[in-house]
């Protein structure tokens, strides 16, 4: 059993004006960052916000009558459990999705949105699959597999024949595994199209299990990742047979990378971006050194994020680059002083957002007080003007 550029070709006519033709643009600002000329696929723009949906349809079209009116079992994290309860819906077909508990509640609730009967079981998703096989033989149900069966490979795999249609000079691929269902799709078709393009794998740092397989090491999975689309323990069997010769190398990414990816496509492409969806992104800003110089083509898989992670992800990037600091100074307890430092930092054109300040602090004298001055500047430059200011005029701060 393999995977043929033949099967990616007929999934692509088998899938035609049922999903979206997703963009595929040239970012000029993502290319000035990161070095690399950087073209992205916004598979975020699919009906339920992810790639999924390819491999999910191509399977449930090649379903016979028996099997569709016995309806299909699969477990996910998310986004296959979306793609499959949509199509499914749209098609007649009866849905179950086992999700495992760590599931994000955004995901939860949209695969019920398009009429999914939802099981919650299982700590991880292997438990979760685990029990979706037993379930499903229980009840007679045909058994999606989100990334290990070939049909739903040579529908991801369509995402690479329109990426070269649109952009035929690609030299690397940088793609996300979790459970290796895209990068072998993926692989398939842009080898088949461009036998010397590089295919580089993405993995969570704490989720290796592609990279390790191939160093023949024991290694260790788990954690919590921003990334949990892709935070699969094991690659599967299948895929990892069809990918590994046609990957040049994975990297890892740690959790700050991708972050910055989200907050980047938020902020430079205006589009929403999950954490696996960011993992490209993500790599080049990891590893530059890399991809500077290359044609590269970023696949945005999903932009199925909470919105609150979303909310604590922008706001901890602009901690990070020092767009809002929180700054704390010793003072005498007295009126006045509060004015002298507010009207300082308002002067040099920074936002106060919350003062705190402490009588109780030990390492403070008993007529002073410890102040936490939250403020919101341009950027570092900005930040360092407004702590040489407060020096200025006598509240010498440090950061917190």
């Known amino acids: 059993m393999t995977l043929t550029f033949d099967s990616i070709k007929a999934a692509a006519e088998r899938l035609r004006g049922h999903i979206e033709r997703t963009p595929m643009r040239h970012s000029r600002t993502l290319s000035d960052i990161t070095g690399a000329e950087v073209w992205v696929k916004f598979e975020n723009l699919q009906f339920t916000a992810a790639y999924k949906e390819r491999g999910a349809l191509n399977k449930l079209l090649q379903?016979?009558?028996?099997?569709?009116?016995?309806?299909?079992?699969?477990?996910?994290?998310?986004?296959?459990?979306?793609?499959?309860?949509?199509?499914?819906?749209?098609?007649?077909?009866?849905?179950?999705?086992?999700?495992?508990?760590?599931?994000?509640?955004?995901?939860?609730?949209?695969?019920?949105?398009?009429?999914?009967?939802?099981?919650?079981?299982?700590?991880?998703?292997?438990?979760?699959?685990?029990?979706?096989?037993?379930?499903?033989?229980?009840?007679?149900?045909?058994?999606?597999?989100?990334?290990?069966?070939?049909?739903?490979?040579?529908?991801?795999?369509?995402?690479?024949?329109?990426?070269?249609?649109?952009?035929?000079?690609?030299?690397?691929?940088?793609?996300?595994?979790?459970?290796?269902?895209?990068?072998?799709?993926?692989?398939?078709?842009?080898?088949?199209?461009?036998?010397?393009?590089?295919?580089?794998?993405?993995?969570?740092?704490?989720?290796?299990?592609?990279?390790?397989?191939?160093?023949?090491?024991?290694?260790?999975?788990?954690?919590?990742?921003?990334?949990?689309?892709?935070?699969?323990?094991?690659?599967?069997?299948?895929?990892?047979?069809?990918?590994?010769?046609?990957?040049?190398?994975?990297?890892?990414?740690?959790?700050?990378?991708?972050?910055?990816?989200i907050a980047l496509y938020a902020n430079v492409e205006k589009t929403i971006a999950e954490g696996a969806g960011a993992a490209s992104l993500a790599a080049l800003l990891a590893y530059p050194e890399l991809f500077r110089g290359k044609t590269c083509g970023l696949i945005l898989t999903g932009g199925n994020i909470d919105t609150r992670l979303l909310a604590s992800v922008l706001t901890r990037e602009l901690v990070r680059a020092q767009r809002i600091v929180s700054l704390r100074f010793i003072g005498d307890d007295r009126p006045g002083l509060l004015a002298t430092v507010s009207m300082t930092i308002g002067a040099h054109g920074a936002n106060i957002i919350e003062v705190a300040h402490n009588r109780l602090a030990l390492d403070v004298p008993a007529k002073g007080a410890e102040f936490d001055v939250m403020i919101e500047t341009r950027d570092a430059r900005h930040t360092q003007e407004i702590i040489a200011a407060l020096g200025a005029v006598g509240y010498p701060p440090r950061t917190v």
Do not use: W
């Open 63 to 261: 379903l016979n009558a028996d099997e569709r009116k016995r309806g299909v079992i699969a477990a996910s994290a998310g986004n296959h459990a979306q793609g499959l309860a949509y199509h499914g819906a749209r098609l007649g077909i009866p849905v179950t999705i086992v999700m495992p508990k760590a599931t994000p509640f955004v995901k939860v609730e949209q695969t019920r949105s398009h009429g999914a009967n939802v099981v919650i079981e299982g700590e991880t998703y292997d438990d979760a699959s685990v029990f979706a096989v037993t379930l499903g033989e229980e009840r007679g149900l045909v058994f999606v597999h989100p990334f290990n069966d070939l049909d739903v490979m040579a529908g991801q795999g369509t995402i690479a024949l329109e990426m070269f249609e649109e952009a035929p000079d690609l030299q690397v691929l940088p793609v996300p595994i979790g459970g290796g269902g895209l990068i072998s799709g993926v692989a398939t078709a842009a080898k088949a199209i461009k036998p010397d393009v590089k295919i580089i794998g993405l993995e969570p740092s704490m989720y290796p299990s592609f990279s390790g397989r191939m160093s023949n090491r024991p290694f260790k999975s788990g954690g919590q990742t921003i990334a949990e689309g892709i935070a699969v323990k094991q690659v599967g069997d299948l895929t990892y047979a069809i990918a590994r010769p046609l990957v040049e190398q994975v990297l890892l990414i740690e959790e700050p990378e991708f972050e910055r990816a």
